[in-house]
């Protein structure tokens, strides 16, 4: 019918779908049932959920090892590092003694947006953590700014596995440097 209208007037065809449209919406809007979400009631497969609203770790990080430059600086002579990008992959672990237990890796990349050379870190990280402690597993997905003057402030937007959906903030503090050698603590804060 539209396909005969349309070749009659084409304005009088364009109506007639604009309102064929309208009440096919309508149609469909009326009949969507609303289903309360209630995760309690749900049963999801996957690892127990993560009853703590705190996560610490630790991550170890080799400067020079597991880390590849992704993207040179954009025009150093003028600008310094800005536009740099590294992709890395570190260890995380429960604690920071010597031979700590390893409870998962933090695989991310970093951008340098210092926009002037300056000694100033600062860098947009944007991290995944692959969380393993034989009871809960899962990842976790942060992001933030790191900068040289502690303890940077990042936000938590996502999980899966045992910190599924999980919303929130955390820090990031350097809490070791030794040479090459450096130790981050991580002080995750779940708000949902």
């Known amino acids: 019918m539209a396909a005969l209208l349309w070749k009659i ?11 064929a449209m ?22 999801i ?4 959920p993560f009853p703590e609203c705190r996560l610490q770790y630790y991550v170890e990080v080799m400067i020079g090892e ?4 992704l993207l040179p600086p954009i025009n150093e002579s003028q600008t310094g590092p800005f536009g740099h990008a590294k992709l890395f992959a570190f260890n995380a672990t429960a604690g920071p003694q010597t031979a700590p237990t390893r409870i998962g ?6 951008l340098n947006s210092a926009y002037r050379p300056s000694e100033m870190i600062d860098l947009i990280e944007v991290e995944l953590i692959s969380y393993d402690d034989g ?10 700014e790191i900068r040289s003057i502690p303890a940077n402030e990042i936000a938590i937007v996502g999980g899966t596995g045992s910190f599924r959906g999980v919303r929130g903030y955390g820090f990031v503090q350097q809490v070791l440097l030794e040479d090459r050698y450096r130790r981050y603590h991580h002080d995750l804060h779940f708000i949902n």
Do not use: D, H, K
Request: net charge negative.
């Open 9 to 19: 007037n084409r304005e009088a065809a364009a109506t007639f779908l604009t309102f």
């Open 135 to 144: 009871v809960y597993r899962g990842t976790i997905q942060i992001q933030g």
């Open 22 to 43: 309208a009440v096919a919406f309508e149609w469909i809007f009326q009949t969507a049932e609303a289903v309360p979400c209630r995760m309690e009631e749900t049963q």
């Open 66 to 69: 597991v880390s590849q430059n």
């Open 45 to 48: 497969p996957g690892p127990p």
């Open 105 to 110: 890796s933090v695989r991310g990349f970093t």
